[in-house]
């Protein structure tokens, strides 16, 4: 610890802003922006108050159990609530099979963590039910940046990169408010002179930023993105010695995109043709362009492709694996990036790898000291195992770690009902969230400050979160409640609690994998600012390089230069990918032809509009969280829908009334926001509330094929003004 406190980052998103953590003279923690290249000493309102949470009163502090069905929650000790807990697994899988007990996790929980839940999912528990809500949030451009890089990591070059681009495409994000010192990095863009073009249905706080913003109809993205590389190829700006070189599969995306017409696409789009050419010349004329996609872009049944579509446009003007220029996508969630590698997704152990490939399995069998045959096969996803919970067939019990689906799930109506339906729920959380309001046992976690581990930002850079205070008596971290369970059902080794022995043991399971962590160590990360995955151990290739196979290779050109970023050693792991070489075996990366699809619920005579959701700055996702810290819940209480004002004049809606939702699954309400920030046709709802005030209980669950992502951001509704 140092005279400002102790260095560690913000709970919340991707980001992971650096702050110090202290205790102020009357024994309250405080936090203070630390410089970081990420945040550059910024943080947003969320983060100047994340240490509001510590405090008793605002949490759980002793765990909960329910001792009659239908009864109160009511409060046990530690030995109680896990003896229920191990009780209940016991005879539901003696009756229904391994299967029947599935372990839900999140993309807000450490690498250490996240790890060793799907360990104890496959080694104690041994279901393949394990899935997390990390599907709820890039799955889709985890699986198109797979498709076209042959591997993923959300950002494959620092965000520094982001503030020395001359052209910026942002696609369906918002960081005004979803990351509001990610702005400081577009800002020092713009003011270099480098333009930013957004897209995004909304005039958002970041659109009001852009040099051009393009305003597609949702869930029309796909269609833009073929337009814009329609009118590449036509005006003849495709970097075609990139495209032989590096690349396969042009030919059939020319051809693809040959029907995307400049007025065709103004008409699925309703972007103007005049507009679809200045942002293609602005990203064709730049020396440095970026192309990023986020929720917006995402969070729809063709989202997968819709990435596509984007990084198709990317590689046909030359810009991945070339310093400065790329495609990234922006997770959202504090270790989204780490939260998909290391194991608690249905498909994968850790390292990035593949739990149907046979080699995968060899080698984590063998770090795990288990038969490889012993091991589950992979699962379903976040959305189907919650709809499948209680129903014939699908899992009796859940264990629940770092989310909070009864708010956060589409068709929440129907989640909510089978999280009621079954026969044991356990959560473990820091507060008594909507789904811990519904559970069996409730086990209260330590939080973000008590705890040691580490995270993966947005930039794929593995940082500390480092433990400055002692959890309050009765709370236990997430590591020591999954290693008892795991020793009370008979497992006695292989689940440490101790984070630094975690971490080691990740080590071992992912090295050699996609996503290698095997190099970094804690000491590395506090001399280095930081490491960026890949990052194999000494002599095993990132020194040699990890090889053209492996599709990276160190910044070639690291500094120190005239303007050294902080934090950003040039030994620390691999800053950038894929300038040599993309990760397919042959090293070249690949288009994907993709077509134009409606979403699932168009407009109607009953549903007359589309509903979008997203974020606002004040709350974080489900709001368990923030909408117990007063200085962000002051003033933010309830939600807002915003609707254009000829669309509420047709209502009779004024600012301020109370409004409904209705839609075929549910309905919402919400206080009426009357702006032109939105089309008339369009609303938009954050999706922050429980209650009556769920957004989700609207909004459908189409989900994507290939990633099985929820179509968040489109949904057919009709308007009421309540009373
Ligand atoms: N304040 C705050 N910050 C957060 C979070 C939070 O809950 N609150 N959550 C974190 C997490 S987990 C995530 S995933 C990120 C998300 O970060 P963002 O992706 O920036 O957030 P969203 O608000 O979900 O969506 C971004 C934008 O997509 C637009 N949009 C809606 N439909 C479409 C469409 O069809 N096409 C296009 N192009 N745009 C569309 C919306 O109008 C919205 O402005 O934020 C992270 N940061
Ligand atoms: N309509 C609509 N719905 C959406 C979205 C949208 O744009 N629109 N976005 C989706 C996206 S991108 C996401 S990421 C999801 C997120 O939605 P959720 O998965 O619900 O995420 P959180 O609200 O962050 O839930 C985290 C819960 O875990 C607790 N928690 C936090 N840290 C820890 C920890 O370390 N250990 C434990 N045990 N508990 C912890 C918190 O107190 C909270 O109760 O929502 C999705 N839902
Ligand atoms: S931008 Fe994200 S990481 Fe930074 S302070 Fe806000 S919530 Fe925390
Ligand atoms: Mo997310």
Request: net charge negative; aromatic share 6%.
């Amino acid at each position: 610890m140092s005279e400002h406190g102790t260095a560690t980052h913000c709970p919340y998103c991707a980001l992971q802003c650096a702050m110090w953590l202290r205790t102020d003279d009357s024994g309250r923690p405080t936090v203070a922006p630390r410089d970081f290249p990420t945040n550059q000493g910024g943080l947003c309102r969320k983060g100047w108050t994340a240490a509001e949470l510590l405090r008793p009163g605002r949490r759980l502090t002793t765990p909960l159990v329910r001792r009659t069905p239908g009864g109160p929650l009511e409060e046990a000790d530690w030995d109680e609530a896990l003896t229920r807990v191990v009780f209940g697994i016991r005879r539901i899988q003696e009756g229904a099979g391994r299967d029947a007990v599935a372990v839900f996790g999140g993309g807000g929980l450490t690498n250490e963590k996240a790890y060793l839940l799907g360990k104890f999912a496959r080694v104690t528990l041994r279901t393949a039910n394990i899935d997390y809500n990390g599907r709820f949030c890039m799955s889709s451009a985890a699986a198109a940046g797979l498709r076209a890089f042959g591997l993923d990591r959300g950002l494959p070059f620092p965000l520094s990169d982001v503030g020395r681009a001359d052209a910026l495409l942002l696609v369906g994000a918002n960081p005004a408010e979803t990351m509001p010192p990610f702005v400081r990095h577009l800002d020092a863009a713009r003011a270099a002179g480098g333009a930013l073009v957004v897209v995004d249905p909304r005039r958002t706080a970041t659109a009001a930023r852009a040099t051009l913003h393009l305003r597609p109809a949702p869930g029309t993205d796909l269609a833009l993105a073929n337009g814009l590389l329609h009118i590449a190829v036509a005006e003849g700006l495709v970097d075609e010695k990139y495209v032989a070189d590096r690349t396969e599969g042009f030919t059939a995306v020319r051809e693809a995109v040959a029907t995307y017409w400049p007025e065709h696409v103004e008409r699925l789009t309703g972007v103007p043709v005049a507009d679809q050419y200045r942002a293609v010349r602005l990203l064709a004329d730049a020396p440095r362009a970026l192309v990023l996609t986020a929720r917006g872009a995402e969070q729809h049944r063709n989202g997968t492709d819709t990435v596509s579509a984007f990084v198709n446009l990317a590689l046909a003007l030359g810009l991945p694996g070339r310093e400065g220029s790329g495609y990234g996508c922006l997770t959202g969630q504090g270790n989204g990036q780490g939260g998909r590698e290391h194991g608690q997704k249905a498909d994968q152990l850790p390292g990035y790898r593949r739990i149907d490939d046979p080699h995968a399995r060899a080698h984590v069998a063998r770090v795990w000291d288990v038969p490889a045959d012993s091991l589950p096969g992979p699962g379903v996803s976040a959305y189907e195992l919650l709809r499948s919970l209680g129903t014939e067939g699908g899992p009796r019990g859940l264990l629940l770690f770092g989310s909070n689906p009864v708010v956060s799930a589409p068709n929440a109506g129907l989640v909510e009902e089978r999280l009621r339906g079954l026969d044991l729920l356990v959560v473990s959380d820091p507060v008594l969230s909507e789904t811990a309001a519904l559970a069996d046992v409730v086990l209260p976690s330590a939080q973000w400050a008590e705890e040691d581990g580490t995270m993966t930002n947005l930039e794929g850079r593995v940082i500390r979160r480092r433990r400055a205070l002692a959890p309050p008596p009765g709370v236990r971290t997430d590591l020591w409640i999954i290693s008892e369970l795991s020793r009370r059902l008979g497992r006695a080794t292989g689940f440490s609690d101790s984070a630094p022995e975690v971490f080691a043991e990740l080590g071992r399971a992912a090295a050699g994998g996609p996503a290698d962590y095997s190099g970094i160590t804690y000491d590395r990360i506090d001399a280095q600012g930081g490491v960026f995955w890949p990052c194999p151990a000494d002599g095993e290739g990132r020194s040699g390089r990890p090889e053209a196979a492996a599709g990276v290779s160190p910044d070639p050109d690291p500094g120190p230069g005239p303007d050294p970023v902080p934090g950003s050693d040039p030994d620390a792991g691999t800053p950038r990918m894929f300038l040599d070489a993309f990760a397919h075996p042959d090293g070249k990366a690949r288009f994907v032809a993709v077509h134009h699809t409606p979403p699932a619920e168009e407009p109607d005579e009953l549903y007359p509009l589309h509903l979008t959701t997203g974020r606002i700055m004040q709350h974080y996702q489900s709001g368990a969280q923030t909408r117990r810290v007063p200085e962000l819940a002051d003033g933010t209480r309830d939600p807002h829908v915003e609707i254009h004002p000829d669309l509420a004049a047709r209502h009779d809606i004024v600012a301020g009334d109370r409004v409904r939702l209705v839609s075929r699954r549910g309905t919402t309400e919400a206080d009426a926001r009357i702006t032109t920030a939105v089309p008339p046709d369009l609303l938009f709802m954050p999706f922050h509330w429980g209650g009556a005030q769920r957004v989700n209980s609207v909004v459908g669950d189409a989900l994507d094929p290939v990633s099985r992502m929820p179509e968040f951001k489109v949904s057919a509704v009709r308007l009421e003004r309540v009373g």
